[in-house]
């Protein structure tokens, strides 16, 4: 897996005192804070799709009939693919109906037809899997996909890549400023982190199968980390 990183400078700053009350008599060393920035880059392997079935009919009984049958073809599928009960689930189930609102009479509002939406989550844990299970799905019924989202299942690994970037940034910066303050760099006081932001790689619902196979490009994900830092700053003599 190719792996890059790299450094921004978010922020520095000297403390010469401390907000936190004191004891009488002892007084705070001057600190230096600054916040770094890493990133390092994941190749995704893992993908989740929406894969949903609408039907309409002018009766209830017929469109719910059909949309289970279409959904039914569409998870008997899914399990072909090989895909097990946990990595297939309801994710949501709408009844709507279509109301008539007739014009210039006084007639009240009429259904003429109902909408059934039945949606599923799929995991999927290969990312090769994914153009064919999205030409299985619309082969057998379903008629609309989204929310295509890539993960990677070393997400985890690769934010410690960047927590490290982000730290030995943050340093750099600090050591450079107590330098050219005239001092150095003594202990660390404090380090904290902000939470990470995972980029998420989204696909258009789609209404009807291509002649073709669908193409699907994972790409890579860039996964940040942001560390703030706060070191004594040791005057120099």
Same mark, same amino acid.
């Given at each position: 897996?190719?792996?890059?990183?790299?450094?921004?400078?978010?922020?520095?700053?000297?403390?010469?005192?401390?907000?936190?009350?004191?004891?009488?008599?002892?007084?705070?060393?001057?600190?230096?804070?600054?916040?770094?920035?890493?990133?390092?880059?994941?190749?995704?392997?893992?993908?989740?799709?929406?894969?949903?079935?609408?039907?309409?009919?002018?009766?209830?009984?017929?469109?719910?009939?059909?949309?289970?049958?279409?959904?039914?073809?569409?998870?008997?599928?899914?399990?072909?693919?090989?895909?097990?009960?946990?990595?297939?689930?309801?994710?949501?189930?709408?009844?709507?109906?279509?109301?008539?609102?007739?014009?210039?009479?006084?007639?009240?509002?009429?259904?003429?037809?109902?909408?059934?939406?039945?949606?599923?989550?799929?995991?999927?844990?290969?990312?090769?899997?994914?153009?064919?299970?999205?030409?299985?799905?619309?082969?057998?019924?379903?008629?609309?996909?989204?929310?295509?989202?890539?993960?990677?299942?070393? $997400?985890?690994?690769? @934010?410690? &890549? %960047?927590?490290?970037?982000?730290? /030995?940034?943050?340093? *750099?910066? #600090?050591?450079? !400023? =107590?330098?050219?303050?005239?001092?150095?760099?003594?202990?660390?006081?404090?380090?904290?982190? $902000?939470?990470?932001? @995972?980029? &998420? %790689?989204?696909?258009?619902?789609? /209404?009807?199968?291509? *002649?073709? #196979?669908?193409? !699907? =490009?994972?790409?890579?994900?860039?996964?940040?980390?942001?560390?703030?830092?706060?070191?004594?700053?040791?005057?120099? @003599?």
């Amino acid at each position: 897996m190719r792996r890059y990183i790299a450094f921004v400078v978010a922020a520095v700053s000297i403390h010469v005192s401390d907000a936190q009350p004191q004891m009488p008599g002892t007084t705070t060393p001057p600190s230096v804070v600054t916040t770094g920035v890493g990133e390092a880059t994941a190749i995704p392997d893992r993908a989740t799709i929406y894969v949903a079935v609408q039907t309409r009919s002018t009766g209830l009984s017929a469109a719910s009939s059909d949309n289970a049958r279409r959904v039914r073809a569409v998870m008997d599928t899914l399990r072909a693919l090989g895909l097990t009960g946990n990595d297939v689930e309801t994710a949501s189930y709408n009844v709507s109906p279509e109301m008539a609102y007739p014009t210039g009479q006084p007639q009240a509002p009429r259904v003429v037809a109902y909408t059934v939406l039945n949606s599923l989550l799929v995991k999927l844990r290969r990312i090769e899997d994914v153009g064919r299970v999205i030409d299985a799905v619309l082969s057998k019924g379903a008629n609309e996909i989204s929310s295509l989202q890539f993960s990677s299942s070393k $997400a985890d690994s690769v @934010r410690s &890549i %960047a927590l490290a970037a982000a730290v /030995a940034d943050a340093k *750099a910066q #600090a050591d450079a !400023i =107590a330098r050219a303050a005239g001092g150095s760099l003594g202990a660390l006081i404090e380090l904290s982190t $902000a939470a990470p932001i @995972r980029p &998420i %790689a989204f696909m258009q619902p789609l /209404a009807a199968r291509s *002649a073709m #196979a669908t193409p !699907i =490009a994972p790409g890579e994900q860039t996964i940040n980390a942001t560390v703030t830092g706060r070191w004594v700053f040791v005057p120099g @003599r």
